[in-house]
């Protein structure tokens, strides 16, 4: 059974001011680079048969600073939640002009539904299982990677506010006997 690892890409000027991040084309900050190279301590790429990365360039240069550029894939499918008209906002501004708004239960007014977004992230779970890899590796994003998880252990999508994930973290999902497993969460 492959394990697969979920990256977050390292911080960006507005990851670090909480606003909702997905078409725009943020590159990382200095701390933000500073957190991919750490990644290198962590992480050797000789361990993964698989390396699958957004298009998103903050997800790409994470991988490629964490120095997995040399087989780095881009995975459409891993592009983070299409959050439309929330663009650019922080949670705090989309509950002023919606009360009590919440991803995993609202969505995004323009964007993505949840149907949608886990669509897409039940097709990189296969692709991961279906590759016969040991180890496989996704740089990505805060709630496609939480989708990616919840796909990956068939979770309700409403479980993603459970699994908060830092920026530049690591987690690992695998297998506990015959059930798909978190083996390490945002480590």
């Not at 394990?3 to 390292?10: D, F, Q, T």
């Not at 008209?85 to 501004?93: H, P």
């Not at 992230?121 to 991961?128: E, I, Q």
Request: hydrophobic fraction near 40%.
């Amino acid at each position: 059974m492959t394990e697969l690892y979920l990256v977050r890409h390292g911080q960006t000027e507005w990851s670090r001011t909480g606003r909702h991040t997905s078409i725009t084309d943020l590159d990382l900050t200095e701390t933000g680079v500073a957190q991919a190279e750490a990644l290198r301590t962590r992480l050797n790429p000789a361990d993964f048969q698989l390396v699958l990365s957004s298009p998103r360039l903050r997800a790409r240069r994470t991988a490629e600073l964490a120095g997995f550029g040399d087989h780095l894939e881009v995975e459409e499918d891993l592009a983070e939640w299409y959050y439309g008209d929330f663009e650019g906002l922080t949670s705090d501004q989309i509950r002023q002009q919606h009360p009590g708004w919440r991803i995993w239960f609202n969505g995004c007014r323009g964007g993505e539904s949840a149907d949608q977004v886990r669509a897409r992230l039940t097709r990189v779970v296969a692709r991961v299982r279906a590759s016969g890899a040991e180890r496989a590796i996704c740089f990505a994003h805060g709630h496609s990677l939480r989708v990616l998880a919840l796909s990956w252990l068939d979770f309700p999508l409403i479980f993603g506010q459970s699994f908060p994930l830092e920026v530049a973290s690591v987690s690992v999902l695998g297998r506990e006997k015959e059930s798909p497993a978190v083996i390490r969460w945002n480590s």
